[in-house]
């Protein structure tokens, strides 16, 4: 027993002093950051995967199961519902445990709901589907939260581009989940499994495949070695103050402590949540438009098939010019992008595939810059001390403003038709432009102060 109780101390000092290897060594920062990147990029074109291939056939399995269409939308209001409980879920754990834990758990649990999808596909059990379902929006939450991993310690000019470099490799995933929706159907059925669990298989193996790669290899994990920089720069300021030696260190020192920058917080979140709502309310009616106006499905499907594209392919160009000209310029060239759009989607002929495709495409391009500019804004705004908790309550709000733009536009569709949808939406991405405006002042004013 004391023997064993003697180690106990010694593993804690092993763990401890290999982190503090990683805080001494910027050397060793600069690998671990290049490591965790590399990390992130495989669990996102696994996870993209189990995205895709779900959400491509959820609606249908539903159907297919109740022999209705009235409840066939709501596999995605349970996605959409597992997702935003899941992005707390996993913020909370990444602040408390690090990113290794948080997001291993979110792919973990995206897997198992997976899982149970398919069991209750087998034994028709509409309950469990629906259960499973909630858990399976589990995966959703994570892989947009393991845009996040790669940031932890990067520099501040690197921020944007490691978001960047998570979100397009998440397109490898996303177009190829769709596609291998006909092969896992034949797989299922081989087995003696309905056709439509077939993805839902490929879902469970991804999601859990990405969990374990990050379980298994992110160590050391970044957010902890980044938490334990960040506390040892607090300690080297308070011994300058006590010292005498900054003068700086001191006026810094009598001012109050604080983990973020509410102002960047208000800003970065209004961002994303503004966008979410704009992109999604467009996207989800144009299919309905087009089939009203005599487009087959193969023509829906190419068109939000390049939406898809311009959402998250020019991601890395994306990151450079969000570190290079800043956040506050790509968050105006969101506003004006969406704007764009709008305009473009509400004043095209309804027969026009050629204007809708331009209108698709840069509504996915105006998100682009949005999620790009406002995860950035949001990571500078915070600390390592409420950093993943944050970043997880602010995703909470971003699947949340996704679920009122979709479940939204189809009331006003009905009621005033899709150019006026589609304008509205417009006109609303440049409420950024006034709260962006708002924020550049005030930092502004500050700064001049302390001058």
Not at 149 to 172: C, E, M, W, Y
Not at 207 to 233: C, N
Request: glycine residues 12%; positive net charge; without cysteine.
């Amino acid at each position: 027993m004391n023997n064993h109780t003697s180690m106990a101390p010694k593993r804690q000092k092993s763990r401890s002093d290999r982190v503090n290897e990683y805080v001494k060594s910027p050397e060793k920062q600069k690998k671990l950051y290049k490591k965790t990147l590399w990390l992130v990029v495989v669990s996102q074109i696994f996870g993209g995967a189990g995205l895709a291939a779900g959400l491509t056939v959820g609606a249908l399995l539903a159907q297919d199961m109740l022999g209705s269409d009235s409840l066939s939308g709501l596999p995605a209001a349970l996605f959409t519902l597992g997702s935003a409980a899941a992005a707390l879920m996993v913020g909370r754990l990444s602040q408390r445990f690090g990113r290794r834990v948080g997001l291993a758990t979110g792919f973990i649990a995206g897997g198992a709901g997976a899982t149970g999808v398919v069991l209750a596909a087998l034994w028709d059990q509409i309950a469990l589907l629906f259960v499973s379902l909630l858990i399976y929006g589990a995966g959703t939450a994570t892989n947009l939260q393991a845009r996040y991993a790669g940031t932890d310690l990067a520099l501040p000019n690197q921020r944007a581009k490691a978001i960047s470099t998570a979100l397009v490799f998440t397109t490898i995933g996303a177009v190829a989940g769709p596609n291998l929706v006909e092969p896992t159907g034949h797989m299922a059925t081989s087995i003696g499994l309905p056709a439509l669990s077939g993805p839902f298989i490929l879902a469970a193996a991804a999601y859990l495949i990405a969990g374990l790669v990050l379980l298994l290899f992110l160590r050391p994990d970044p957010f902890i070695v980044a938490k334990a920089i960040d506390e040892e720069k607090s300690l080297n300021k308070g011994a300058q103050v006590k010292d005498g030696k900054s003068l700086q260190a001191k006026v810094d020192a009598s001012r109050p402590e604080s983990s973020h920058n509410r102002k960047g917080l208000i800003v970065g979140a209004t961002v994303m949540v503004l966008t979410q709502i704009v992109m999604v309310g467009i996207m989800v009616m144009t299919p309905v438009h087009m089939k009203q106006h005599g487009h087959g499905l193969g023509d829906a499907g190419l068109v939000i098939g390049i939406h898809i594209a311009f959402m998250y392919l020019p991601s890395l160009l994306t990151g450079v010019l969000v570190d290079k000209l800043g956040r506050t310029f790509m968050s105006y060239a969101s506003g004006v992008t969406l704007l764009l759009a709008g305009l473009t989607a509400a004043f095209a002929p309804g027969e026009s595939m050629g204007l809708l495709i331009v209108a698709l495409a840069l509504l996915g391009l105006g998100w682009n810059f949005g999620l790009i500019s406002g995860t950035a804004a949001i990571i500078d705004s915070t600390t390592p001390k409420v950093r993943a908790k944050t970043q997880g309550t602010v995703d909470v709000l971003i699947a949340l403003a996704g679920a009122s733009g979709g479940a939204l536009s189809g009331m006003v569709m009905a009621g005033v038709g899709y150019s006026m949808l589609s304008l509205a939406g417009g006109l609303m991405s440049l409420l950024l432009i006034p709260v962006v405006a708002w924020s550049w002042r005030k930092n502004s004013t500050s700064h001049s102060e302390k001058g």
